[in-house]
């Protein structure tokens, strides 16, 4: 898990509601990511920000939205178009050079009833 | 475009017994190929990478990994699994486009068994 923090662990919320999950990180890397894994699945990419300021969409962006007003914070927002937005959410980091790997945070289990 | 098949969605293996766990990857470029592990409820830590230098990876744990270019495969590896090496694995390819973007490979879940 390293230098990144997402919170909460577990979150429910009810059917129609934004909610907002948190990343940060003290590795000072410039990229971050939002990855959701279903059951049995792998991770599908949301969104990614190289920089700050600036972000782009990922394969299955519809239904979420960010912001990267710092370097250390990249918090996802889950909105009430998202239509099945029960799953496991990761969020991730990378270093400046092209040849550096991923790390990964503990990831925020989200459930919506 | 890249892709990345994991051949085994579940693997079984005594403790004491070596671990296979095969992938394939399709790629237009010379890839990065990465293993990582999960564990229940956690997030995802390096087993280990390929990035063009030497063909054979040796990771953390105990694990390994072989890059053949001319099988397109990566296939991980230990000599002797342990009850800790229970999880889910996942292998990852990744691009050499802008963002360096990475695709999964659907997983295979390890089961060791005492």
């Known amino acids: 898990d390293g230098g990144i923090t997402q919170s909460p662990k577990y979150l429910f919320r009810k059917e129609g509601q934004n909610v907002t999950l948190s990343c940060e990180q003290n590795?000072?890397?410039?990229?971050m990511y939002w990855y959701r894994q279903d059951p049995g699945q792998g991770l599908r990419l949301i969104y990614y920000?190289?920089?700050?300021?600036?972000?782009q969409k990922g394969d299955i962006a519809e239904g979420y939205s960010v912001s990267r007003e710092k370097k250390e914070s990249f918090p996802l927002t889950v909105t009430s178009a998202q239509k099945n937005p029960t799953a496991f959410y990761l969020c991730?980091?990378?270093?400046?050079?092209?040849?550096?790997?991923?790390?990964f945070g503990p990831g925020t289990r989200l459930t919506v009833l | 475009a890249q892709s990345v098949t994991q051949l085994d969605s579940h693997v079984s293996v005594s403790e004491g017994t070596p671990v296979l766990l095969r992938c394939n990857y399709s790629s237009s470029y010379s890839p990065s190929l990465f293993w990582y592990v999960q564990h229940p409820n956690k997030g995802l830590q390096l087993l280990l990478k390929?990035?063009?230098?030497?063909?054979l990876v040796k990771g953390i744990n105990g694990f390994e990994a072989e890059f053949k270019k001319s099988e397109t495969s990566f296939h991980l590896t230990k000599p002797s699994a342990h009850m800790s090496d229970a999880a889910e694995y996942f292998c990852v390819v990744r691009g050499n486009n802008a963002g360096n973007m990475l695709t999964f490979g659907g997983g295979t879940r390890l089961m060791v068994k005492p």
């Open positions: 991730a980091t990378k270093g400046d050079r092209a040849y550096n790997e991923q790390f």
């Open positions: 920000s190289q920089i700050v300021n600036d972000f």
């Open positions: 390929y990035t063009s230098a030497a063909t």
């Open positions: 590795l000072n890397h410039d990229a």
